[in-house]
């Protein structure tokens, strides 16, 4: 079977063509809850069934989204409805993932996951992302993610960057230098 990431790629390029830019910031909101829903395994095993068809499946998942408060756009209904007709729910978190890559890239801006073994709040938050911004060289937007096991320092990914200051890497690297 192929991977996911090959087969999400073309629904993700056809939205962002479709969405021209304009939408895409709002869009990217709501497909993220969309592919949560579609991240549900109940629902997955519900569209699996042989016996319930495509528009069944869209309209339990436009159901549960409208009693979420998430109006469907009228694109996201479309591809919704697509991804449905060929079998590819499982597909569509990736597909959300590759269409955030891409509004990402058409706007500058990259994803930064913060690990940090202490909640990072405030002002600095905004200290610690200004200079991030200025080591990436990039307009970042900031996820920060408890980690606990870092014991300190914090650990950034970037696109494919990582940026490892914590203590635990460090004890790692002192391992490493004392037993070669």
């Known amino acids: 079977m192929a991977e996911l990431a090959t087969i999400a790629r073309p629904y993700a390029d056809a939205l962002f063509k479709a969405v021209g830019g304009s939408d895409a910031q709002a869009l990217k909101a709501q497909l993220n ?4 829903l579609a991240a549900d395994e109940g629902l997955r095993q519900f569209a699996d069934n042989p016996k319930v068809t495509s ?17 469907l756009d009228v694109k996201l209904a479309n ?3 697509a991804v449905l007709e060929n079998g590819r729910l499982s597909a569509l978190p ?8 891409l509004v990402n890239g058409s706007t500058g801006v990259s994803d930064a996951l913060i690990q940090s073994a202490f909640p990072i709040e405030g002002a600095a ?6 200079t991030l911004e200025k080591r990436f ?31 635990k890497a460090r004890l790692e690297q002192m391992k490493v230098a004392l037993t070669a």
């Not at 809850?33 to 949560?36: F, H, Q, Y």
């Not at 938050?125 to 200004?130: I, P, S, T």
């Not at 920060?144 to 990914?157: F, S």
């Open 125 to 130: 938050l905004a200290e610690l992302v200004a």
């Open 94 to 101: 990736e597909v959300a993932t590759q269409f955030q890559a």
């Open 137 to 167: 060289a990039a307009k970042l937007n900031a996820k920060v993610e408890l980690a606990p096991e870092l014991i300190g320092g914090v650990r950034v990914v970037v696109g494919d960057e990582v940026l490892d200051t914590s203590v």
């Open 33 to 36: 809850s969309l592919a949560a």
């Open 79 to 81: 591809l919704l409805q």
């Open 55 to 71: 528009q069944q499946v869209f309209d339990l998942i436009a159901g549960i989204a409208v009693s979420k408060g998430l109006a």
